[in-house]
């Protein structure tokens, strides 16, 4: 075969290197698609432990002295409540009561029987798509000597002449934002329960809930700008339409600071001005990814300190394990002992020094070593430029100084991971409603999610705090709203909180 002219040598090489890369570029399309989404990777197993479908060992070791230890430990309390079949259930759970008749009691005989006990069943059950309609009776009163007529009112609803009670707008914001049920299927469960609501009355609610708490989630937000810690993120949607037939990419911005807060800011940009606008006034350590925004930001901050993930500097090397398996190997372990390091601070609730000088001891000598090693690996006059692991050695040493803070900061952790876990509310929503048709939907989704996500955070149950805030926040003083975010009420009204008419039935 002759050999390939030399004109064509160099066309022919650059088109090979364009195929593989294509064929990465494929192969993580298809991952994306079809691959395993979680960042877990098996353990190998030690030799020393057992097989559970190994063969039995024959071999007795010698017999070895041994001695009885007593100790004394505090008896586990358990919250729930444990019935005689297995069932758990905690004291916020109702329990409807129905009694068995015994036939023998209300016979001609019914005098030779006597109840000498009771057996309790308990049974789970449920209510399918409960909807009550709550009728106030209103007396009308006729003055004897003056004959004035008055009527007693109904108690005024959140939104004026709204025919919802606080507890159904609630359920709409709770199956919407919490459970990812859209409107439209709501609509449908109501029409099935013989409630007859336009689709476009059910969007106005949760727009006017948005609107009326939207102070509260401005108080969040002022109130994550004082964390010294705070982390941040962004996440596309889309919102709006851009042309007729495209909508158009926007993005929401995760902040979440260090009193277990977060507020979903959403804008039509990813520039750099965006969070210009979100940081004014920000002091502290920044906890980012690798998007040149927040470096950029934090350059021309002084007050501002910029640390990074170490979750996304090992996803670089993940997607250069097929070139690369066995130093690859090598990153991700250096990788996995600084995690192991970071499991055990938790484990050992280590706070302030007792964490700094952990870190210090255990973490940073590790962190020399790799990056050692990363300077040893970017020496190599074999390594291709735009290989996917010469890109992950590359992200690496650009991002040192930052992915370092962690060292220097007890309070700053590895990686942005419960950002990450705080934002997975927006994609699980995106695979229900798609996108929102307007910017303004968009904005209440940040708003309403903003409040939701925290209360979970705070230990809060969602709907107990809605129905008490949306039939406060009109009547609280503008001046103190912030006793209305989720980690301040939880301390001023978590006891005493407000219900709705429909709790109220009865009582």
């Known amino acids: 075969m002759p050999a390939c002219p030399p004109q064509y040598a160099q066309e022919i090489t650059l088109l090979k290197q364009e195929v593989d890369a294509l064929k990465k570029q494929l192969d993580w399309f298809k991952q994306q698609l079809f691959g395993q989404k979680s960042e877990r990777r098996p353990v190998d197993i030690p030799p020393e432990q057992g097989q559970l479908f190994a063969q039995p060992d024959t071999h007795k070791d010698p017999v070895v002295a041994t001695e009885t230890i007593q100790y004394t430990r505090k008896k586990k309390q358990r919250n729930n409540a444990i019935t005689d079949s297995g069932l758990r259930f905690d004291a916020s759970v109702p329990i409807e009561e129905i009694h068995i008749k015994a036939p023998e009691l209300s016979g001609v005989d019914a005098d030779r029987y006597i109840v000498i006990d009771e057996h309790i069943t308990y049974r789970l059950a449920q209510r399918p798509s409960s909807y009550v309609v709550l009728k106030y009776i209103q007396p009308v009163i006729k003055h004897k000597d003056t004959l004035v007529i008055t009527t007693k009112s109904a108690p005024v609803p959140v939104f004026e002449k709204s025919l919802a009670d606080v507890s159904f707008i609630t359920g709409l914001i709770i199956d919407k934002f919490l459970y990812h049920l859209p409107l439209y299927r709501q609509h449908q469960k109501l029409q099935l329960n013989g409630i007859t609501l336009s689709r476009s009355t059910l969007t106005n609610y949760v727009h006017r809930a948005a609107l009326l708490l939207e102070p509260i989630f401005k108080a969040i937000l002022r109130s994550i700008l004082q964390s010294k810690v705070l982390a941040m993120d962004e996440t596309p949607v889309k919102a709006g339409r851009k042309k007729k037939g495209k909508m158009q990419q926007a993005w929401y911005w995760p902040l979440l600071g260090d009193q277990d807060e ?187 999610q903003s409040l939701i996500v925290s209360c979970i955070m705070q230990g809060i149950n969602p709907s107990v705090y809605l129905i008490d805030v949306l039939q406060r926040v009109s009547q609280h003083p503008a001046s103190k709203v912030d006793e209305l975010t989720p980690k301040n009420w939880k301390q001023k009204y978590g006891e005493n909180f407000l219900k709705s008419d429909l709790d109220r039935v009865g009582q």
């Open 262 to 448: 977060i507020a979903f800011h959403f804008s039509v940009s990813r520039a750099r001005k965006v969070v210009d606008d979100l940081l004014q006034g920000f002091q502290g350590t920044l906890v980012t990814d690798g998007y040149s925004v927040y470096r950029a930001y934090a350059k021309d901050n002084e007050a501002t300190i910029h640390a990074q993930c170490w979750m996304h500097a090992r996803r670089y090397f993940i997607k250069a394990e097929k070139e690369e398996p066995i130093l690859v190997a090598e990153a991700l372990e250096y990788i996995r002992i600084l995690y192991h390091h970071d499991n055990t601070i938790k484990d050992k609730k280590l706070r302030d020094k007792a964490c700094l000088d952990y870190r210090t001891r255990y973490c940073k000598p590790i962190t020399d070593q790799f990056f050692q090693w990363c300077q040893q690996q970017a020496q190599r006059i074999d390594l291709f430029p735009q290989s996917l692991f010469a890109k992950a050695i590359q992200y690496a040493r650009n991002q040192e100084t930052e992915l370092r803070v962690f060292l220097s900061n007890a309070n700053v952790p590895m990686d942005t991971g419960h950002v990450e876990r705080s934002l997975r509310v927006i994609p699980m929503g995106k695979k229900n409603w798609l996108f929102s048709w307007t910017e303004v939907g968009a904005k209440d989704i940040g708003i309403l």
